[in-house]
């Protein structure tokens, strides 16, 4: 069960077809897979199963927002990141946290940003 109410989780009661669904979505790239929140909420981690473009909102009901500059910690299950800035929260989860990698498709290059991937492939494969 969840500990975050931010009601953005998997229903525990799947139906075949939501397992169906689940399996081809663990099958793709992981940068489309399901990943699981390890912010620590009230000493518990969050738990709630998102899909990394539900990642921003998601870090917003944890209290994550603010200024581009505001400083916040990384509250994540064991991480001992320095301080950062508001605008950098969502990569460290999507680098170090969920390992998020965006492959290049024609020559096999990998990216921890996929902005860097774009530019990789406007430069290299256009």
């Given at each position: 069960?969840?500990?975050?109410?931010?009601?953005?989780?998997?229903?525990?009661?799947?139906?075949p077809e939501d397992e169906y669904t689940m399996l081809n979505y663990l099958s793709g790239p992981r940068a489309q897979q399901p990943h699981t929140c390890g912010w620590v909420v009230g000493g518990e981690p969050c738990n709630d199963v998102l899909f990394p473009?539900?990642?921003?909102?998601?870090?917003?009901?944890?209290?994550?927002?603010?200024?581009?500059?505001?400083?916040?910690?990384?509250?994540?299950?064991?991480?001992?990141?320095?301080?950062?800035?508001?605008?950098?929260?969502?990569?460290?989860?999507?680098?170090?946290?969920?390992?998020?990698?965006?492959?290049?498709?024609?020559?096999?290059?990998?990216?921890?940003?996929?902005?860097?991937?774009?530019?990789?492939?406007?430069?290299?494969?256009?």
């Amino acid at each position: 069960m969840s500990h975050c109410q931010s009601g953005s989780g998997f229903n525990e009661n799947w139906s075949p077809e939501d397992e169906y669904t689940m399996l081809n979505y663990l099958s793709g790239p992981r940068a489309q897979q399901p990943h699981t929140c390890g912010w620590v909420v009230g000493g518990e981690p969050c738990n709630d199963v998102l899909f990394p473009e539900q990642f921003s909102g998601h870090l917003r009901a944890h209290g994550i927002s603010g200024g581009d500059t505001t400083t916040v910690s990384c509250r994540w299950v064991a991480c001992d990141a320095p301080q950062m800035k508001r605008e950098n929260m969502l990569r460290h989860v999507f680098e170090v946290h969920l390992e998020l990698r965006f492959e290049c498709t024609d020559c096999g290059l990998s990216f921890t940003r996929k902005n860097s991937l774009n530019n990789h492939r406007k430069r290299t494969h256009p």
